[in-house]
T-cell receptor, first 111, second 115 residues
Framework: SQQGEEDPQALSIQEGENATMNCSYK?????LQWYRQNSGRGLVHLIL?????REKHSGRLRVTLDTSKKSSSLLITASRAADTASYFC???????????FGAGTRLFVKA | ETGVTQSPTHLIKTRGQQVTLRCSSQ?????VSWYQQALGQGPQFIFQ???????GRGNFPPRFSGLQFPNYSSELNVNALELDDSALYLC??????????????FGPGTRLTVT
């Protein structure tokens, strides 16, 4: 089963535009993480936000977390062609002993 | 690029056979987790190991088993392979014993094809 569900499933934008992806989850969490995957290879950790945090920034990335709505969003500002990838949210389950990934958002940035 | 390595890169097996996949953790990490990723899907958590003991498991049958060694490297073993086991298998290392509490460093994966 998948805890996190990303929306949209796919997103196509022009270079320089902002990209926003959303993640919803079902049960209470301690933290939520976002990962990027290029071309079906290994995942790269982007950012971790804990349940007592509402917003976090890392470079061109901004993540928000709304625990009352059980949702999170990832904003990539001033996108580049190199941002083309799949983006996944991941939540903890079972006291932190399991990681549950969503199905991902496929982002395509056109140069 | 992370310090997590996996071998082999690709593997083709026949239904009913057994397979062993290997993973070397990033230096300083004592926790390893394994994931199965079908094409177009998100990774599915198989299990995690901390200090050589399995301490978290997803919805996978017992024919999926693992080992973690004193140097924190790990193996994933799958017995009685089925066609649906064809997928990308990813391992990830982290610190702290609770895989979902810390950021995970992923290897490049092993692509398994079962025919």
């Amino acid at each position: 089963s998948q805890q996190g569900e990303e929306d949209p499933q796919a997103l196509s934008i022009q270079e320089g535009e902002n990209a926003t992806m959303n993640c919803s989850y079902k049960t209470s969490i301690n933290n939520l993480q976002w990962y990027r995957q290029n071309s079906g290879r290994g995942l790269v950790h982007l950012i971790l936000i804990r349940s007592n945090e509402r917003e976090k920034h890392s470079g061109r990335l901004r993540v928000t977390l709304d625990t009352s709505k059980k949702s999170s969003s990832l904003l990539i500002t001033a996108s580049r062609a190199a941002d083309t990838a799949s983006y996944f949210c991941a939540t903890d389950e079972g006291g932190g002993f399991k990681t549950i990934f969503g199905a991902g958002t496929r982002l395509f940035v056109k140069a | 690029e992370t310090g997590v390595t996996q071998s082999p890169t690709h593997l083709i097996k026949t239904r009913g056979q057994q397979v062993t996949l290997r993973c070397s953790s990033q230096s300083g990490h004592n926790t390893v987790s394994w994931y199965q990723q079908a094409l177009g899907q998100g990774p599915q958590f198989i299990f995690q190991y901390y200090r050589e003991e399995e301490n978290g498991r997803g919805n996978f049958p017992p024919r999926f088993s693992g080992l973690q060694f004193p140097n924190y490297s790990s193996e994933l073993n799958v017995n009685a392979l089925e066609l649906d086991d064809s997928a990308l298998y990813l391992c990830a290392s982290s610190k702290g014993g609770q895989v979902a509490t810390y950021e995970q460093y992923f290897g490049p994966g092993t692509r398994l094809t079962v025919t």
